[in-house]
């Protein structure tokens, strides 16, 4: 008899190890590893994942349950991706199951037809099969299992003659999902909260949390999910009239245009030396580790081009990641007018459906480059050549939810998998990658140049300060509005950066000092003009801006702050003649905005591009010549050790949206702390300098890349469980950790209540501590079995972003 290893779907078990299940003999010929599986666990059938087969188990064998249902006969994932679980397991402190989730497309955690579609001639397939084939290309799944004809089945699948396809719903030619909309009427909600029954509890959860998402739409494969309702739950929510289900057409095509094939440039004499280097290790199939350090427009982009020519050419695919919030058309584009079909690409602006379609692309080997954001990493190829992480230095890489895994190390492991070099490119790299370039643990590479030899724009400080005292209570300096003036006349184009969303960021009693605070966070509300409601940007949390304050009844309330609105407003009144476009949360909501913004600037409908963080990067239009930063300072005084640096790499970045074509560009930017040295060194657009300060303040204060440091953070809706447990966290690490090892806290968190649960906090700092990773354990094992039953929620993050 078989056996068979399975990762069972339930993380939140203590022990977290595979469990033993026997084969049953219809299934011997079919089941692989990486299959999914139904599985008897406790009283009911769960989803699992079959991590290995073997031939005996110590299981008794009356204790030995079978396999109940084979989800799939073909794997949904590789040996590489069952190997990199392990390796991910360990390294995140998270369970394996969260691993091999991650990284599969949720279109396979949703509700689903299977069909079976003919990808060759009929006359191809085995006897049985064909009957199914004589008449159509795609037939129901269910067929070949009503008929027992899987095996004969899975043998066409290995050799690509038929293909299985994942449909959510079919109607002509037009795919439809189901989609369900939560009521937009927040009363409505409450009312049918409170009239449900205390035993109604699941129903009463899902409601509160719909208060929260009011009137958004979400496939119902999210709320599951999110919630962890179950399908009868959110169906009897509907009956009460919470939400109701709509149909979305949905263009399985992620492309709305195609586009244009492109030739390759003429490399300018840096980039051939970067790209040679580069070569030569996919040559020699060495898996280095390489950081292209190159200045805004210096051609990174074409460097990367080149090299996946060269991968595509030994046959070999390759993984292209880019940070989100940069993966615009105008990105994706650049690969696909290069390599055309041969280009999948992976985001979270796609459908459900369409990321499964690119995912299936990547799965079946019908394409050989994958774009996508941080998740793209796990893309299923298994002839990998060469991967690249764009912009290396974003935080959005890390993922913040378990498994907390960072896509620079997730590559650099499957690097050395496949035996390919790993590029990591940016203008402004993180200093830990930096530091280990010096170290040569990777190879640098360096782009001073802008490609077209265009100097990098001229950049100017301006004091908001004395601005002030000038009389100028504007949020335009005069030399910026002067400057705005100037582009406008020349018809040349602008770009407005403002680190922040919503209208106004706070709002404030002017009698008594009360700023609007989240009811649930400490956290002050945002207010936002399109509904006249005050919103926290952590919970979702919303009410109406009081009329009088609450804590001294003044009428006296005050919006403060600048917010992309308000800026939009003025800029409309300083400047009656420019179009303006605006690009932030609020206007990029609607599926497929982002790139109507980005085209419509680009054919020069607007004068003034105004945005947030999503204007930073990778925009390159050549007649924006003017760039302007409302307010340097937002990012600067967050609690977080690396805020100088992130000031840095936003000033740099968005600084490098300038000039980038003939005419040369220009950057002003407002502060009220010009004097600081992330602001300073932004000016000089000097990567090294701002290295090397940066690099003795980190050492000064025991921060990475000298040392690495670990967050544990402990939370409970009362503070007093939440202090002490941390407290007993902190006494756990301090007995079991060495000496070399420093752990500060417990110490509240810098948020300290958040949706209504208090969080402390406890940092380790360490350089080298072999015991870290089995006390971890250790410690996650007593949560699990122990703490997590008190309503203890306890987080390790290894190496966080933030702090
Ligand atoms: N060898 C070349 N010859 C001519 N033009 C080039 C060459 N390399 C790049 N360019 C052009 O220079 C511009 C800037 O290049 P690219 O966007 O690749 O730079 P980058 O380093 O990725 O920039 P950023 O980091 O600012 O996004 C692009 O318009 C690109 O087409
Ligand atoms: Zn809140």
Not at 268 to 278: F, N, S, V, Y
Not at 323 to 349: C, D, K, W, Y
Not at 694 to 711: G, K, Q, T, V, W
Not at 745 to 771: D, F, H, M, S, W
């Amino acid at each position: 008899m078989k056996i068979a290893e399975v990762i069972v779907d339930v993380s939140a078990y203590p022990v977290d190890r595979p469990f033993d299940y026997s084969i049953p003999e219809t299934m011997e010929e079919l089941i692989e590893c990486g299959c999914r599986v139904k599985v008897p666990f406790g009283n009911r059938d769960i989803l699992g994942f079959v991590v290995a087969i073997k031939n005996e188990t110590e299981v008794p064998p009356d204790k030995l349950k079978p396999i109940s249902v084979l989800l799939d006969i073909e794997p949904v994932l590789t040996g590489e991706m069952l190997e990199l679980a392990k390796w991910m397991k360990r390294e995140t402190i998270s369970y394996e199951i969260d691993c091999l989730q991650a990284m599969l497309p949720s279109a396979l955690r949703a509700k689903y037809e299977k069909m079976v579609i003919l990808e060759t001639d009929v006359k191809n397939l085995e006897e049985p099969l064909q009957p199914f084939f004589q008449h159509a290309t795609k037939v129901d799944y269910k067929e070949f299992e009503k008929d027992g004809l899987l095996i004969p089945l899975k043998k066409a699948l290995k050799m690509h003659l038929l293909s299985i396809e994942n449909v959510v719903k079919q109607k002509g030619k037009i795919k439809e999902v189901r989609k369900v909309k939560i009521a937009a009427d927040q009363n409505l909600l409450q009312m049918i909260y409170e009239g449900l029954s205390n035993r109604a509890k699941k129903q009463k959860q899902l409601v509160l949390w719909m208060q929260k998402h009011v009137g958004e739409i979400m496939e119902p494969e999210v709320i599951h999910e999110e919630t962890t309702c179950s399908p009868q739950v959110l169906q009897a929510v509907i009956e009460l009239g919470a939400a109701e289900y709509i149909f979305e057409e949905v263009y399985r095509n992620p492309f709305k245009k195609d586009v244009e094939k492109t030739d390759f440039l003429t490399l300018t004499a840096e980039q051939e030396t970067a790209l040679k280097d580069i070569l030569d290790a996919m040559d020699k199939g060495s898996p280095e580790t390489f950081l292209l350090h190159g200045v805004t427009g210096s051609g990174k982009t074409e460097v990367y081009l080149q090299a996946i020519q060269h991968c595509i050419q030994q046959g070999k695919e390759a993984i292209v990641l880019v940070p989100e919030i940069s993966l615009t058309p105008q990105i994706t584009n650049r690969f696909r007018s290069r390599f055309g079909e041969q280009v999948a690409v992976m985001h979270s602006g796609l459908s459900v459906g369409e990321k499964y379609d690119e995912w299936r692309k990547v799965h079946q080997q019908k394409v050989k480059v994958v774009v996508g954001a941080r998740s793209a990493v796990f893309a299923p190829f298994e002839n990998v050549g060469l991967i690249i992480l764009d912009e290396e230095h974003e935080s959005s890489y890390k993922q913040e939810d378990s498994p907390r895994y960072h896509a620079r190390d997730v590559a650099i492991w499957r690097g050395k998998f496949h035996q390919c070099p790993v590029i990591l490119g940016s203008a402004t790299p993180s200093l830990e990658s930096y530091a280990r370039a010096r170290k040569n643990v990777y190879k640098l590479l360096t782009l001073k140049e802008r490609a077209l030899k265009q100097p990098l724009p001229s950049v100017e400080i301006v004091d908001m300060r004395e601005e002030l005292k000038k009389g100028n209570r504007s949020m335009f300096s005069e030399k910026l509005a002067d400057s705005i003036r100037d582009r406008l006349k020349k018809k040349e184009q602008i770009v407005l950066f403002l680190n922040r969303r919503g209208y106004s960021s706070f709002v404030l009693c002017r009698d008594c000092g009360t700023v609007m605070q989240c009811e649930n966070c400490d956290i002050s509300l945002t207010y936002h003009r399109y509904n006249e409601k005050l919103k926290c940007h952590y919970c979702g949390y919303e009410q109406p801006v009081p009329t009088n304050c609450p804590e001294c009844g003044s009428e006296h309330i005050r919006y403060f702050g600048t917010g992309t609105q308000k800026v939009e407003e003025e800029l409309t009144k300083l400047f009656p003649e420019a179009r303006v476009l605006r690009m932030d949360v609020d206007t990029t909501k609607r599926k497929g905005a982002h790139e109507a913004i980005l085209e419509d600037f680009g054919a020069e409908k607007a004068d003034i591009l105004l945005g947030t963080q999503m204007i930073a990067k990778g925009l390159d239009f050549p007649n924006i010549t003017l760039v302007g930063v409302l307010s340097a300072d937002t990012s600067l005084h967050l609690p977080d050790f690396r805020a100088a640096e992130r000031t840095f790499q936003l000033l740099t970045q968005v600084s490098g949206r300038a000039g980038r074509a003939e005419k040369p560009g220009e950057v002003i930017i407002q502060s009220y702390t010009p004097e600081h040295y992330a602001i300073q060194f932004a000016k000089e657009q000097q990567y090294e300098p701002f290295y090397k300060k940066e690099m003795m303040m980190r050492h000064e204060a025991a921060y990475p890349p000298y040392y690495y440091i670990a967050l544990i953070q402990v939370s409970h809706e009362d503070v007093m469980m939440s202090a002490e447990y941390a407290k007993r966290c902190a006494d756990y690490l301090r007995s079991s950790l060495s000496f070399d090892a420093s752990i500060i806290g417990p110490t509240t968190a810098g948020i300290v209540r958040l949706q209504n649960r208090y969080r402390y906090q406890c940092l380790i700092k360490y350089k080298i501590e072999p015991n870290l990773i089995p006390t971890f354990l250790q410690l996650m094992k007593i949560y699990r079995t122990e703490w997590i039953k008190k309503g203890i929620v306890l987080t390790i993050d290894l190496n966080p972003t933030m702090i």
